[in-house]
């Protein structure tokens, strides 16, 4: 399958190198149902289009008053009224200070927060669960790297393995700068890493935003030519790196005014919200649509194929990690010396075991260690107790319940001392 893949490719001349030109165009601000006598901005909507989420300003009624910061306020749509319905702030927990959806999941079940004071230290973001009409009290997401001088803005992607920030870095060029971040297989978050000086300037550059199909990085800048105050510009993926940026574009006077425009967001592939204060001093919330140049529809609907291919490609490539028959066989699991950092060659069988786990939702692991070699002194029992609990995190990063997983200290191994202190075993409980 995988050749035939290759063939569909190859078969697409100048398939690879496509571009599509989008025109952001009919922008109109939003009514005074969402949009008050306060400021409004970064506005993200639902999956399913029926709920906006959104910040506000200098309300009275915000959690911590009106100069406690921003508060997280929500609109259903009315569709018997065609408009946003009465917005409110008690849905999602707000905290004096400053408080910013800043992503929701794929399902719209999840929602990341910011929760930020400006006296203190930011240590990660946080996560809420949609359960029933409830949304569930925010835990925290620890990240690294995170700066707390100046502004600091994030952006979560649906899939949570992307988070773009804007912030004052160590090795920023100016003002703020955009960083990314990757969580790994092992579900940790890597140091935030700055874009480089294709994006950057000495100005600043904010409110990123990262399209569904991860191509496209929208953000506001004071630092690249535009119309006047900060413009909305965006930026492509160059040869699937996360680290090759198309020169950033301006997206022209149909969205960018005179004064300041920013926090870009789309749904689906026709519709997007942005903030402005074009029309006062105070921030408004406007909407607009993307409509595709008619001589480019044929290449998207290529594109789109591409895409699709890909996404096939990538299916098989993790499938074959799986090929390994699991029911019947045991693994070991190896740990670099005297840490609980796994072996590089591991967390792909790690990842293999959580994959079967998942669809076969009554089976367990076994994992078995060899007690004798790995806890003969108090130094190595709690390095034991460390893999044990890194492994577990591990397993859990990829949904399986620590009450599927079965310990056991009695592993009788014949394996050199060496490698029974650095490793454990792994085999399928039916």
Do not use: C
Not at 232 to 257: C, D, H, M, T
Not at 296 to 321: A, P
Request: glycine share 6%.
């Amino acid at each position: 399958m995988v050749k035939y893949a290759i063939i569909f490719l190859l078969l697409i001349p100048g398939i690879a190198s496509a571009q599509v030109t989008l025109i952001y165009n009919d922008v109109k601000v939003l009514s005074k149902a969402v949009n008050s006598d306060y400021e409004e901005s970064m506005p993200l909507l639902s999956p399913d289009g029926t709920t906006l989420y959104f910040t506000r300003f200098l309300s009275p009624e915000n959690k911590g008053g009106e100069f406690s910061g921003t508060d997280v306020w929500t609109s259903r749509y009315d569709v018997t009224k065609l408009d946003w319905g009465k917005p409110n702030n008690t849905k999602i927990e707000n905290t004096p200070g400053n408080n910013v959806v800043v992503g929701v999941g794929n399902k719209g079940d999840v929602i990341y927060l910011q929760h930020t004071v400006a006296s203190r230290d930011v240590f990660g973001i946080y996560f809420s669960k949609k359960v029933g009409n409830e949304w569930s009290r925010p835990e925290l997401v620890p990240m690294k790297g995170l700066a707390s001088e100046g502004f600091l803005g994030i952006y979560v992607s649906p899939e949570f393995d992307v988070i773009f920030l804007s912030m004052k870095g160590s090795d920023s060029r100016g003002e703020e700068d955009l960083y990314i971040s990757l969580k790994s297989v092992t579900g940790q978050w890597s140091e935030p890493k700055n874009l480089g000086t294709t994006i950057n300037t000495t100005g600043f550059e904010i409110s990123p935003y990262l399209s569904s199909d991860k191509t496209k990085l929208y953000f506001s800048s004071n630092g690249h030519a535009g119309q006047g105050d900060a413009d909305i510009f965006v930026s492509e993926r160059q040869y699937g790196s996360w680290e090759v940026w198309s020169p950033p574009k301006n997206l022209g006077p149909a969205v960018n005014s005179k004064k300041f425009d920013a926090y870009f967001s789309m749904y689906g592939d026709s519709t997007f919200f942005f903030t402005s204060n074009r029309a006062g001093k105070m921030s408004d919330i406007y909407r607009g649509s993307i409509t595709i140049d008619d001589g480019k529809k044929e290449q998207m609907k290529l594109d789109s194929l591409v895409n699709q291919t890909k996404d096939l490609l990538n299916q098989l490539r993790t499938s074959t990690k799986s090929m390994v028959n699991l029911e019947t066989s045991k693994n070991l699991i190896v740990f670099d010396d005297n840490t609980a950092r796994i072996a590089a060659d591991s967390e792909d069988l790690i990842e293999t075991y959580a994959n079967y786990l998942n669809k076969n939702v009554k089976a367990r692991v076994f994992v078995e260690y060899d007690s004798r070699a790995m806890q003969a002194t108090k130094a190595q029992q709690k390095l034991t107790d460390d893999r044990i609990r890194r492994l577990k995190q591990i397993l859990k990063s990829y949904g399986v319940a620590e009450s599927r997983v079965v310990m056991s200290s009695a592993w009788a191994s014949t394996q050199p001392d060496n490698v029974r202190r650095n490793s454990v075993q792994l085999s399928i409980l039916r």
